[in-house]
């Protein structure tokens, strides 16, 4: 998990820079959709394997 750090920033600047121009905003504003969606979902995720404890 702490290399993702390090790798998303890198990833999405290189991403932004392979764009077309006219798209760079629609394309910055479908990787933070995509990121927060990633985040929800691991969210129910995670949730279902919920007992009461601290570990899930």
Not at 14 to 28: C, I
Not at 39 to 54: D, M, T
Request: hydrophobic share 50%; aromatic share 8%; with cysteine.
């Amino acid at each position: 998990m702490s290399t993702l750090g390090l790798l998303f920033g890198g990833l999405t600047s290189e991403s932004m820079f392979s764009a077309p121009e006219e798209v760079m905003g629609t394309a910055s504003a479908l990787l933070g959709v995509v990121q927060y969606a990633c985040g929800a979902a691991a969210g129910v995720v995670l949730s279902l394997f919920g007992n009461g404890g601290l570990l899930p």
